[in-house]
């Protein structure tokens, strides 16, 4: 879309103090229809989707059968505008074929199930920030603030019909706008004009990045790919092993209880100095994990990373080193998130 975008430290502060606007179209959307659709779904989703209400929306991830991530996903459970209810699935986008050539697979049989990737057809804007639900609010049939978190609803910005939800990955609060492709450019001049005058605007994917670390949130191709067990991630939220069967299950109930496996930390360190993916976490002269994600952090004024460590040294106030590009650097183990908006 044509827009300027600042630098990625004001785009960072404008998110956490007004209002920043993401495109964030390039992710997956795809939509179900078909008998039991929750019924599938909850059999290849990590936390339980089957007979959740309408207007809610989960936070889950996909594995295959030996418990590796394939995606981490937003389940929709919505209704449209004529209160039909429906179901949809919002993925990464470098996972989006991976994703439908899965479902597909794993379709029974005597299913009448199908799935309509509309990622070409859709887009989606995120608005984000502690001014943005009362700037959408302004142009929008519903008020975002009506709405619980992880929950959506059918809505209309002028006379554009929108999917509104409120499930930022910022730290921030916020919601977000599914469109149809062909007014999506109208739709963001609409937000952009009262954005800009609040203090806010566009902001681009290196100021999102940096704001979700803040929050802690992972990130797949990071934190989380398919050599991740979610037994190691620290997202207990997102897994409901209890009266439940689905693809991955018996390899994550197994790894709950293997202390060998590294499991996610957060890491602050000393100076200014990043410590980025792939750098090496050492104790004691030896290597005990790797960095995922590293930078310094905006709002905090430190250096931050998350990663993964043996569990001995995982312990909240262990100091630990970091080898970054050969220089030593001084890290403690944090408690995360790092940054929690008030």
Same mark, same amino acid.
């Given at each position: ?6 630098? &990625? ?7 956490? /103090?007004?209002?920043? @606007? ?13 008998? %039991? ?5 909850? $059999? ?50 470098? !996972?989006?074929? +991976?994703?439908?050539?899965?479902? !597909?697979? %794993? @379709? ?14 859709? #887009? ?6 502690? +001014?943005?639900?009362?700037?959408? #609010?302004?142009?929008? $049939?519903? /008020? ?14 002028? *006379? ?12 921030? *609060? ?9 007014? #999506? ?29 803040? #929050? ?5 191709? %990071? ?16 897994? /409901? ?36 993916? !792939?750098?090496? &976490?050492?104790?004691?002269? !030896? ?17 931050? $990373? ?9 312990? @909240? ?6 080898? @970054? ?18």
């Amino acid at each position: 879309m044509p827009v300027q975008y600042k630098s &990625i430290m004001e785009e960072h502060h404008q998110t956490r /103090n007004a209002i920043g @606007i993401f495109d964030v179209s390039h992710m997956g959307r795809l939509f179900f229809t078909g008998s %039991h659709v929750d019924q599938f779904l909850d $059999s290849l989703t990590t936390r339980r989707v089957a007979g959740v209400d309408v207007g809610r929306i989960r936070y889950s991830l996909m594995t295959n059968e030996a418990g590796g991530i394939l995606d981490d996903v937003l389940v929709y459970h919505l209704a449209d505008s004529a209160g039909t209810p429906f179901h949809m699935m919002v993925v990464n986008a470098s !996972n989006r074929e +991976k994703i439908v050539n899965w479902l !597909n697979a %794993h @379709i029974p049989a005597e299913s009448d199930i199908s799935i309509d990737d509309r990622t070409l057809e859709t #887009a989606m804007i995120a608005i984000q920030g502690p +001014k943005a639900n009362g700037m959408v #609010a302004e142009i929008c $049939s519903v /008020n975002p603030d009506d709405l619980k978190y992880y929950t959506g609803t059918a809505a209309m910005i002028g *006379d554009h019909p929108v999917i509104l939800s409120r499930t930022g990955y910022t730290g921030e *609060d916020g919601c977000e706008l599914i469109v149809d492709a062909d007014v #999506a450019l109208n739709v963001w001049e609409m937000l952009m004009q009262p954005a800009v005058q609040q203090g806010g605007g566009a902001t681009g994917l290196a100021a999102r990045d940096t704001l979700r670390l803040e #929050a802690a949130m992972p990130l797949y191709g %990071h934190e989380l790919d398919e050599t991740t067990n979610p037994a190691q991630t620290d997202l207990k939220f997102a897994v /409901n092993l209890k009266d439940r069967e689905f693809i991955g299950r018996d390899a994550i109930l197994a790894a709950s209880s293997e202390p060998s496996l590294p499991i996610r930390i957060g890491l602050e360190l000393a100076g200014k100095r990043a410590a980025r993916e !792939n750098c090496s &976490i050492i104790a004691q002269g !030896n290597k005990v994990g790797i960095v995922t994600s590293g930078t310094f952090a905006p709002t905090l004024q430190k250096s931050i $990373s998350m990663g993964y460590v043996d569990r001995q040294f995982a312990e @909240i106030g262990t100091t630990l080193e970091i080898d @970054i590009r050969g220089k030593i650097a001084t890290a403690q183990v944090v408690k995360l998130p790092f940054y929690s908006r008030t």
